[in-house]
């Protein structure tokens, strides 16, 4: 059966949100390739709405450069491995920054509630349910995000949030599916971030969080593009 976007990460959101996620999770998974031309009026029909939210989608795609919007309709551009590159290039910017912030003041409840969010991640390891898994992995860097209360770093990860999220739904699909030592391995880098938060050492903050983001990268570009 072919992966859907998880219903329960679709609560509250408007149907050209639906649209845009279902979209992009085909196109991240590659069932939608580059070079494909997506018409309103069929996106529409498969949807059973109108072209209003289906434009709305392909805005919303466009803006993350998995598609580009011409006359003839949304060719789709898909992810590249240099686009990978580039995400996680962002990713390790933005939280390096935030640890690096969190770090110059205690945050006793902040650890508590990473810690609180890592042993969700193992209990839905225990059940091989990759999608609370992948939910609560991008949650645990959210938590820390939000905690540095500053207003650019959010807008910056805002523009990158989706990609990221779809993109680590595929490849903790993978993973689950192939082992779960895999996600011991996740779950370990975490607890990683953790206590390079509590050192308050800024060189050994950097260094964790560009080991996580360099397995991270690697298994999601290994997930999506199928290399070995």
């Known amino acids: 059966m072919e992966m859907q976007y998880p219903s329960s990460w679709l609560q509250g959101a408007s149907l050209g949100e639906r649209i845009s996620c279902e979209l992009r999770l085909q196109i991240i998974k590659g069932v939608i390739q580059p070079g494909i031309v997506l018409s309103e009026n069929q996106i529409a029909?498969?949807?059973?709405?109108?072209?209003?939210?289906?434009?709305?989608?392909?805005?919303t795609l466009s803006t993350e450069?998995?598609?580009?919007?011409?006359?003839?309709?949304?060719?789709?551009?898909?992810?590249?491995?240099?686009?990978?590159?580039?995400l996680y290039d962002v990713r390790?910017?933005?939280?390096?920054?935030?640890?690096?912030?969190?770090?110059?003041?205690?945050?006793?409840n902040l650890v508590a509630t990473l810690n609180k969010i890592i042993d969700k991640m193992e209990?839905?390891?225990?059940?091989?349910?990759?999608?609370?898994?992948?939910?609560?992995?991008?949650?645990?860097?959210?938590?820390?995000?939000?905690?540095?209360?500053?207003?650019?770093?959010?807008?910056?990860?805002?523009?990158?949030?989706?990609?990221?999220?779809t993109a680590l739904l595929v490849a903790t699909e993978k993973r689950f599916a192939k082992h779960t030592q895999g996600a011991a391995t996740v779950i370990n880098n975490h607890r990683s971030i953790v206590n390079a938060l509590v050192s308050k050492d800024?060189?050994?903050?950097?260094?964790?969080?560009?080991?996580?983001?360099?397995?991270?990268?690697?298994t999601v570009s290994d997930s999506i593009f199928h290399t070995e």
């Open 65 to 86: 450069g998995l598609i580009r919007l011409e006359r003839m309709g949304a060719v789709v551009l898909g992810l590249t491995s240099k686009d990978i590159e580039e």
């Open 123 to 165: 209990f839905a390891a225990k059940y091989h349910d990759y999608v609370e898994f992948s939910y609560q992995d991008l949650h645990f860097h959210e938590v820390m995000i939000a905690a540095v209360n500053h207003t650019r770093i959010l807008h910056l990860w805002n523009g990158i949030r989706h990609i990221v999220l």
């Open 45 to 59: 029909a498969e949807f059973g709405t109108s072209r209003s939210p289906v434009r709305e989608a392909l805005k």
């Open 92 to 108: 390790f910017l933005i939280e390096n920054f935030v640890l690096q912030r969190l770090a110059k003041d205690p945050h006793e």
């Open 202 to 218: 800024a060189a050994y903050i950097e260094k964790i969080v560009e080991a996580h983001f360099e397995d991270t990268r690697k």
